[in-house]
């Protein structure tokens, strides 16, 4: 009941109490008090239990003061300090509990090595499965933001189905997996795979009945589809999650901070900067608890906010703080979101240094690191072939907006340059991308007059084209399309003169890979 009535909550707790029912009670009284505002109460209520001779108690107490502390506005470090102190008078596996606190604060600090530390404690102290996968998907989490997917990767092979199964009874272990996969996926360039994981983690938090959790997925779908180039769509998720999201959640992503800055960026990479600075005057506005893993979304949404008003000097400046808080924490995958985001807004000659070093010392699955270092290497040359290879990573890696981005600054070289069709067919492929995304407005589209400079493939030529260019005969293209003979050598031919080549393993080079929604 206190879960969703603190008032009856409270009376039920205190009736209890009075009724013998022991530090339960005075615990349940001391959780009421403190989400009623009553400070001073729940202070005295917890001064005992703190102290108190069952080693149980005083774990449940200290996890309780610890979330008091952030919540009252004091902060993570004051909710850290409360729990080391209580870490060093209890062992055990009462610890655990404490060390489950201990560590999801951390990674609210973006204390990576801190986090996996007290997870690798509750593996050691407890049999209680919960805490159990709590600590794996938290560690998991750690791993991935510090630039090592692997760990969550095994997670989802491994315990996907433990984690789901606990869903309607503790849907803290499957948040957190859902957002380590975010991260690892985000590394690895798998952005197509976490949607549709995504899209199954949508339907089983259905199944509890927490605003916080059933919103969790939302949220993060909002930003891949963002990611993608899916600005509209991401918008439309974020939104829907901002309607089951409350100012007094107890959980860090169950408040709209999170979801009204991710909103903030989706709707400044749509060209609405009026709506996308609302969003975000109302983050900070509902903003009420300053952690480092808000700030990465705040700092983001200030970046994009500040582009979309024409303000690139500070959208970068913006941008590179983020990285530098990456960096500073040893969270690669968020170094590596401030400097892509640099690069898009007018710092790809700063950010490519940094992008080149982080992939060298980086494990080689974390493929998009690579592709960004190669999009803003290439940025910064002003080379047009080494940005039409970088439109195809990125686009591989799911990132089809950069791609677009990509292609279009590679048509403004390419036609500077006096090559003509090298530009139609860079010009080409940033429409088509473009096109997928939807009404998109960034400053490297918009600084290029997307307008066909010349002949470009009709729908038809294009499909025989990637189809040729994936190995296909021409007898086969004529079975899979329904065509004749004659008209695929016709559609080939108009193909290559426009593209200039007649080399069918070229052909793949100069089309890339057609959006996956276009694919069939």
């Known amino acids: 009941v206190a879960l969703r009535d603190d008032r009856l909550g409270l009376r039920l707790a205190q009736a209890a109490q009075a009724a013998g029912a022991g530090p339960a009670a005075a615990l349940l009284t001391a959780r009421c008090l403190a989400e009623l505002g009553h400070d001073d109460a729940h202070r005295a209520s917890m001064a005992v239990l703190i102290d108190h001779d069952d080693a149980w108690v005083r774990a449940e107490a200290a996890a309780m003061a610890a979330f008091h502390e952030v919540w009252s506005g004091d902060g993570v470090h004051a909710a850290r300090s409360v729990l080391d102190q209580a870490l060093a008078a209890i062992d055990g596996p009462p610890a655990a509990t404490v060390s489950a606190t201990a560590a999801t604060f951390a990674l609210y600090d973006l204390d990576l090595p801190a986090t996996v530390g007290h997870c690798a404690d509750i593996q050691a102290s407890t049999v209680d499965e919960a805490l159990r996968l709590q600590a794996v998907t938290l560690a998991a989490n750690a791993s991935a933001l510090g630039g090592r997917p692997e760990p969550a990767e095994t997670v989802l092979a491994d315990r996907l189905g433990d984690i789901l199964a606990i869903t309607p009874v503790d849907p803290v272990p499957p948040a957190w997996t859902a957002v380590a996969v975010y991260w690892s996926r985000l590394l690895t360039g798998r952005t197509d795979d976490c949607h549709t994981f995504f899209l199954q983690v949508l339907e089983t938090m259905d199944l509890t009945n927490e605003p916080a959790f059933r919103a969790l997925p939302p949220v993060i779908l909002g930003r891949i589809e963002s990611d993608q180039g899916g600005v509209a ?30 909103l903030a960026v989706a709707l400044a990479q749509a060209g609405q900067g009026a709506d996308a600075a609302a969003a975000l005057d109302e983050a900070h506005r509902r903003e009420h608890v300053d952690t480092r893993y808000t700030r990465h979304h705040l700092l983001r949404a200030e970046a994009w906010t500040s582009a979309a008003a024409g303000d690139l000097r500070r959208a970068a400046s913006h941008s590179m703080a983020l990285a530098d808080l990456g960096a500073d924490r040893g969270a690669v995958a968020l170094e590596l979101v401030g400097l892509a985001d640099a690069t898009r807004l007018g710092a790809a000659a700063v950010a490519a240094d940094r992008l080149q070093a982080l992939a060298r010392r980086t494990d080689p699955d974390v493929s998009s690191l690579r592709a960004w270092a190669a999009f803003a290497s290439a940025l910064r040359a002003d080379d047009g072939a080494a940005l039409d290879a970088a439109s ?23 036609t500077a340059s006096g090559l003509r069709r090298r530009a139609a067919t860079s010009l080409d492929r940033a429409s088509l991308l473009r096109d997928w995304c939807g009404p998109v407005s960034t400053p ?77």
């Not at 974020?238 to 007094?248: G, T």
């Not at 021409?474 to 079975?479: F, G, K, V």
């Open 392 to 414: 195809i990573a990125l686009e591989h890696c799911g990132a089809r907006l950069a791609a677009a981005e990509a292609a279009a600054a590679a048509t403004s070289i390419h």
């Open 233 to 262: 769509s991401g918008a439309d998720r974020l939104r829907d999650a901002i309607d089951l999201l409350a100012d007094d959640s107890r959980y860090w992503f169950g408040r709209p901070t999170m979801a009204l800055a991710e």
């Open 444 to 520: 490297l589209l918009t600084a290029v007059d997307l307008t066909p400079l010349g002949p470009t493939l009709t729908t038809r030529e294009r499909e025989v084209a990637f189809l040729a260019a994936a190995g296909r005969t021409n007898r086969e293209i004529s079975e899979a399309l329904g065509i004749s003979l004659r008209t695929v050598h016709s559609h080939l031919n108009h193909a290559y003169t426009k593209l200039g080549t007649s080399d069918r393993g070229e052909l793949l080079r100069l089309l890339g890979s057609p959006p996956a929604a276009a694919t069939s």
